[in-house]
Nanobody, 123 residues
Framework: QVQLVESGGELVQAGGSLRLSCAAS????????MGWFRQAPGKEREFVAA????????YYADSAKGRFTISRDNAKNTVDLQMNSLKPEDTAVYYC????????????????WGQGTQVTVSS
């Protein structure tokens, strides 16, 4: 089973940028489609972005398109989420996860999750 550890979350002003990173254990990292989700207080966990195992095909939530970029480095076993033009509504705990089966947009398609990293965007 792949173990995931997120980092990079912090307090930032609206309009600012953050880069989240997710470090994965396991030699089969490159064979997985990876995703980022987020969960705000009192809300359900929602899809943010995903990157296919081919390293080229990306998927974004409408809220992330044009502002967020997902990338991976298979040599380092990491998947990053570059977030620009941050808004207060981006405030949430951000999780990375391994897609095991099904739609990348669905939380039920993911079999391994990190512990999350807090992103807070002040207005």
């Amino acid at each position: 089973q792949v173990q995931l550890v997120e980092s990079g979350g912090e307090l930032v002003q609206a309009g600012g940028s953050l880069r989240l990173s997710c470090a994965a254990s396991g030699r089969t990292f490159s064979t997985f489609t990876m995703g980022w989700f987020r969960q705000a207080p009192g809300k359900e966990r929602e899809f943010v972005a995903a990157l296919h195992e081919n390293g080229r095909t990306t998927y974004y939530a409408d809220s992330a398109k044009g502002r967020f970029t997902i990338s991976r480095d298979n040599a380092k076993n990491t998947v990053d989420l570059q977030m620009n033009s941050l808004k207060p509504e981006d405030t949430a705990v951000y999780y990375c996860a391994v897609c095991t089966v099904g739609s990348v947009y669905n939380t039920n398609s993911y079999g391994s999750w990190g512990q999350g990293t807090q992103v807070t965007v002040s207005s």
